[in-house]
Structure formats: C-alpha cells, structure tokens
C-alpha cells in the first residue's frame, strides 16, 4: 500500500512563492515517476508537472513553464513542486501522484495513487 501525503500549502498574494512537498511511504519510490496535478472547483483535475524515476526528465503543463519546477529526492522519499511568480488562476487544491512507470507523463489516468491534495490560494 503506497501513502503520499502533501504539505506546504497556502496563501500568497499574486506574485508571490511557495513550495510544496509530497513525501511518499509504502514502496519502492525511487523506481516512479511522480507528477503534480491540481484541481479547482468545477475543473476536471490537470496535469501540472511531472518528473521520471532518477530526476533527469521532467515535463511541464505551458501554463506553469519557466514559473514552477518539480523536484525529487529518492533518498528522502519526496517530490517538490517550488511555485513562483504565482498567479490567482493558480488556485487550486493540488495533489501529488505515482504514475507505475520510469517516465512520465501528462495522463491523469496513468497514475494510480494519490495523495489527499493541499490547497494553494493566490490572492490579486
């Protein structure tokens, strides 16, 4: 059984910055890629970012490029997501994922467990 639980949400004023961290329990993490996903109220659940299994790939939605960056310690078990330049239409609850794979991926379905989410408010 696989845990991720998220944390460092918040709220910020537009412009500002936050980190969140998604720690992961239960399996062999360093062999996944993980992604960070975000949802809004009446918005299907999008893809943010994701990372491959060592760290060395990662990709990005064209709304979050060159203002976020994911990240990866496989030795402490975590993913970070570093949010800069934010924007109110960043706000979101956000989740964390484990896609069973190397690579990664855009796909919501690909990824199979989930975290409980943590909500980032920006406000204007």
């Known amino acids: 059984q696989v845990q991720l639980v998220e944390s460092g949400g918040g709220l910020v004023q537009a412009g500002g910055s936050l980190r969140l961290s998604c720690v992961a329990s239960g399996r062999t993490f360093s062999t996944y890629a993980m992604g960070w996903f975000r949802q809004s109220p009446e918005k299907e659940r999008e893809f943010v970012a994701a990372i491959n299994w060592s760290g060395g790939r990662t990709a990005y939605a064209d709304s979050v490029k060159g203002r976020f960056t994911i990240s990866r310690d496989n030795a402490k078990n975590t993913v970070d997501l570093q949010m800069n330049s934010l924007k109110p239409e960043d706000t979101a609850v956000y989740y964390c994922?484990?896609?069973?794979?190397?690579?990664?991926?855009?796909?919501?379905?690909?990824?199979?467990?989930w975290g409980q989410g943590t909500q980032v408010t920006v406000s204007s």
């Open positions: 994922a484990i896609r069973p794979d190397w690579g990664t991926s855009t796909r919501t379905y690909e990824y199979n467990y």
